[in-house]
């Protein structure tokens, strides 16, 4: 072959071979495009030319479904959302049960048996208190319910202080509700959920064991502390009788009898353990430091030997002294005592409000010795009803107010023979903070009563006296007591009701 032939070969062999690799590199790199060439593209997105979907993925794993409103005046008791767990099962768990005759044994015999299923086995309940929390008992959620379905009012009066307080930028301690007399927790276990600290006496063994377990399932036990004792005007050991009664729902203190088999000790109610004492900042969140108890001086000087003066800065270092946001006080007729028991929280203004059962006069009977005779122990406690009253209503600083009970339509009825004034008062919330909406179940609990937390009565202190010469025929109701330098917002939205 001749030189020229031969070079031009190489020179076509070498054009090959580059273009060959600059296409390469073309088509290469003309799969990374900026987002602009990308657009730019005329894509088949015909069904024929699409890959196949990919399998769905559920990415809401708790879907959120709107809340169940209670309606405790409309909604029937078959309908209400109530789920009941049993965690004791009956062919476990042993009673020793008293026959009742009815077929199943002779009457009053004692007999070991299984327990039987849905009478007697522990269960666990969702309560719709909006927000719901579960509870525990032994056979009577449906007791518990209908508690709540009583006394709704209160929960929500309690709710909406404890809303107003926990987003107030003033606030520079923490949140706190006292339940005196705290039954299955119910009260408890809302403030807790609602962010409150709170503090609730029960003397009865297994009930602070049901408020135990109802703390655990809602997860608030770093918020909650459960004191043994009954609530007193004294230090004390006294009986409780009527603890065998729907869990201990009707347990009371009784002076009567000093052999019952639940015996506790009394305390005051300024007689609390301190903040740091029940909610330590070190350590972890149990009742006490790291010792686990109170230490020798508060049992000392508060327990053993009440009646020894506390220097200031014992009493500082030793006992509660900071604001009570709620007290509730329900000790099955013990509610005058109680009262007087918070004389060194009531004298340092340190409660906003508190809501305590009131009346009848009967319900105050058993708070005397039975020996001094019917109609002296009714003079008696009528007279320290009037005095607590009046005191609250003057010394301590509170307004008086009258929540729904079964008494209402006669208290209304009473009131009118002594005024002509417009009487029923509607409570209601609104924008208090300007901060909006939590959209929550207590939110949408209030949307559905048109923002009415409750409706009341004011007592003016000229009235309590013959306010409770009448109580024996008015009936039960609840007096709601609101400390007048208290937060503002609470009260400021109140419409006199048609």
Known sequence: MAPLQRSWLIIIGVCLFFGTLVLFRHSTLGDVTTPTAHS??????SPKNCPPPPPPINLDL??????????????????????????TAHRVTLRLNTHRGDGFGPQGVNVLEPAKAGEDTWQFGVINTKPDVFVASLGHIVDVQHHYQREYRIYSLMKWILRVNRRDPERKEPLLMVDAGSNHGLFSMVASVSGAHTVAFEPQTHLRGVI???????????R?????FAVLDRFTKVSISNYQINDGGLGQIDFAHGDQVIQTQTIRLDSIPSYDLLFPKRGPSALGPHDGDFGD?????????SETELSKTQEKALLLRQRIHFLKVDVEGFELFALESAKGLFDQKLVDHVVLEFGPPKRWEPTLDESLGLDEIQKRTKQQA????????????????????????????????????PLVRELLAWDFDGKGLEQDEFEEELKSKNNVVTEYLPLPVEWVDDFIEHTASIGEMYVWMVRRDSNPAVLQQIRVAQ
């Not at 135990?212 to 770093?222: I, K």
């Open 40 to 45: 730019q593209v005329q894509e088949d997105h």
């Open 62 to 87: 708790q879907p959120k479904c709107p809340p169940q409103t209670y309606y405790p005046m409309t909604m029937p008791l078959s309908s209400q959302n109530l789920v009941l767990k049993a965690p």
């Open 212 to 222: 135990n377990f109802g703390a655990r399932l809602n997860q608030v036990t770093s």
């Open 224 to 228: 909650l502390r459960i004191l043994p």
């Open 297 to 305: 001086e508060y049992n000392n000087k508060v327990i053993q030997d």
């Open 386 to 421: 009037k005095d607590v009253l009046k005191k609250a209503g003057t010394v301590w600083g509170f307004d008086l107010y009258l929540l729904p009970a079964e008494g209402w339509d006669k208290t209304i009825q009473w009131m009118k023979t002594r005024t002509t004034e």
